[in-house]
C-alpha cells in the first residue's frame, strides 16, 4: 500500500514526477496534493494541484494531451511521486514533447550515441580516414557479410572458455549490425519496435 506524506509541506503538496512508460524519459514536474493524487488513481489521468488556479487540473484538460497513468511510485521518504505514463501528444503547454524541450524519442544510452557515431562518419567522413565510411561505401553486399563473419565468431567464441574473446567479438557483431541496420533505413529502436509487439 502507497503511503504518502502530504503533512511535510505546509501547503499539503508534493512532487510528482512525470515519466514516459516507454522511452522512460522524464516529461514533466507538477505537485500534487492528496485529492489530485487520489483522482489520478481514480481516472488514470494525471491530476496536478495547480498552485496558480488553486485547484484541481487534470493534465490536457484543454488542449486534450493527457497523460494516462501506466504505474505510480512513491520515494523512499513518503515525500515524492514517480508517475510512469503513456502522453496522448506534447506534455509541455508550449508544444514540445517534455517540460525541458527535449524529443521524447527512445535512447539506448551509449548505443544511441554509437548509433550517431555511425550516421556522421557515413555522411561525414573520407572513407580513406574511416573504416565505417569505408565498409559503407562498398555496398550492402559486404556489410551483410561482415555481420556473417562476425556472427560466425561469436558461435565459435561462445563454444571456447574465453569469456574476453567472447565478448570482443560480441562486440564486433553488435557494432557490424547497427551498421547493417543504417544501410538498410533502419535503427535499433525498429527492431525493439518489432520484439514489444512480439511480446
Not at 516507454?22 to 495547480?50: D, P, Q, R
Not at 565505417?132 to 563454444?159: M, R
Request: charge should be negative.
Amino acid at each position: 500500500m502507497m503511503t504518502i506524506d502530504f503533512n511535510k509541506s505546509k501547503n499539503g503538496l508534493v512532487p510528482a514526477i512525470i515519466q514516459d512508460a516507454n522511452t522512460k524519459n522524464v516529461l514533466m514536474l507538477g505537485y500534487m496534493n492528496e485529492e489530485a493524487f487520489n483522482k489520478t488513481k481514480e481516472t488514470k489521468k494525471v491530476t496536478f494541484f495547480s498552485r496558480s488556479k488553486n485547484r484541481l487540473w487534470m493534465k490536457g484538460e484543454e488542449s486534450g494531451n493527457v497523460l494516462n497513468v501506466v504505474d505510480i511510485k512513491v520515494d523512499c521518504d513518503n515525500d515524492s511521486i514517480l508517475i510512469q505514463a503513456n502522453p496522448y501528444g506534447p506534455t509541455c503547454h508550449k508544444g514540445s514533447d517534455t517540460c525541458w524541450n527535449e524529443t521524447n524519442t527512445q535512447n539506448f544510452g551509449f548505443l544511441t550515441e554509437l548509433e550517431n557515431i555511425i550516421y556522421n562518419r557515413i555522411e561525414n567522413s573520407d572513407p580513406s580516414e574511416s573504416y565505417v565510411s569505408s565498409l559503407f561505401e562498398k555496398g550492402i553486399n559486404k556489410i551483410a557479410q561482415k555481420v556473417g563473419e562476425e556472427a560466425i565468431e561469436v558461435v565459435i567464441e561462445a563454444k571456447d572458455n574465453n569469456n574476453k574473446l567472447f565478448l570482443d567479438e560480441s562486440a564486433d557483431l553488435l557494432f557490424h549490425y547497427l551498421i547493417l541496420l543504417q544501410a538498410k533505413g533502419f535503427k535499433l529502436n525498429d527492431i525493439v519496435n518489432v520484439l514489444k509487439n512480439r511480446h
